[in-house]
């Protein structure tokens, strides 16, 4: 039986409705579209075509499909699975025999159907338990370029609620030539300024949000005695004046604290061993580290989705109980079922999400990695420069003949992203 389109793709057209709205319904009794035609292609056969009445605009049954435009089929499943057990990249694309580019783009696509249905589980969701906050420290590119991703987890139940990333600037002891190698690297990438204030404000707008529909009263808050958190409170003024009131409490605890299930820490304690553990580019003193910032927070999304609504809440629960980290947040098994419907198949529109900042930019791939731009044999050169003595990036300019030390890159975003 052929495919009913369930709305008009064009973003300009009065067709392009959300398909869960009542106008969809109405628009499912409508003959708004006409067949037109087929085309063949070598994974699927022939695909028909349709053409909108209203726009005049083309497009086939694959333009609702998560698989838009690839060229060979691969097991989401077998994917999903990798990423979340530890699995590197190569190791993955080895294993299902393609290349690493089909495995990111796969990840890439089942990132945002993961960012689409977190934000329709959480819409309007109030708090029914306390919450901690804290930062997952890693690094991408380089050690000279740690990050900070911001957590936000319920003290219960240890469901993600949000991620942020942000890049850091590389601190603590450092050696004379480590200096120097800092110093030149940040004439091609500097860390911004007063970035973790800043994500953890965006962390406290997300709070604030479920805040004002939770009447959980008072809300503990746990963190850890950064500065950064309690000045970044401090901006938030809905959330400053809760705490005045006594409706909101600020729970700081040194981090120095063992980490035990006692400590009021522990969720994300818990949440940062299992990153440690479970994803690839974050097990301690590897290898394998991020080389993109987009990357890796789009395997991160993926690991958070599967973390929430498909882990057992506890290991060591007996095999008959199905307990997960959203159930044990509130959720209802009928909510749940509504967000990853066809999460797999059915292709999720960015026109139809209702997205916050941090999940607009890893959909929209808008993280700026650090040294992305750096000119050919750039790197190499400062390090060799930074080991023997002070590093002057005009001779290692000139070494190279060329003019500047970083070059024009953009970030690669398939345009079917922002339909």
Known sequence: MPMRPPFCPNRLCHLHVDPDSREA???????????????????????????????????????????????????????????????????????????????????????????????????????????????????????????????????????????????????????????????????????????????????LEHLRDRFLVSTLRPLILSTDKKREYRKALAMNADLAGARREGRLVHQRISSRTARTTSNPLFAVNYIDREFRKDLAEHVRETVRFARNVNHCMERLWVYLLTHNLYKRYRINDPVSVERTHAAEAGITEARIQGAVRLLDTRRRFLSFEHLEAAQRRVWCRSHLTPLRDAAKGVLREISKAARSGEVDLDRVKKSLGIESLTVTRQQYLPQYALA
């Open 25 to 203: 319904h109405g628009l499912r009794r409508r003959r708004w579209y006409k067949r037109n035609g087929f085309y063949h292609t070598k994974v699927r056969g022939a695909v028909r075509r349709y053409k909108c009445l209203a726009c005049r605009t083309g497009f086939s049954e694959q333009t609702f499909s998560l698989d838009y435009y690839v060229k060979r089929t691969i097991d989401y499943r077998e994917i999903v699975g990798s990423v979340t057990t530890c699995r590197g990249v190569r190791a993955t694309a080895r294993s299902l025999g393609c290349s690493c580019d089909s495995v990111t783009n796969r990840v890439s696509r089942y990132a945002r159907q993961c960012i689409s249905a977190h934000a329709r589980l959480l819409a309007e969701l109030p708090f029914t338990e306390n919450v901690v906050a804290d930062g997952f420290e890693s690094f991408t590119v380089s050690q000279y370029f740690p990050n900070n991703i911001h957590l936000l987890v319920g003290a219960h139940s240890q469901l993600l609620y949000f991620i942020d990333y942000v890049s850091l600037r590389r601190s603590g002891r450092m050696t004379a030539s480590q200096k120097r190698m800092r110093a030149a690297l940040e004439c091609i990438y500097r860390a911004p300024a007063q970035a973790l204030t800043a994500s953890f404000a965006e962390l």
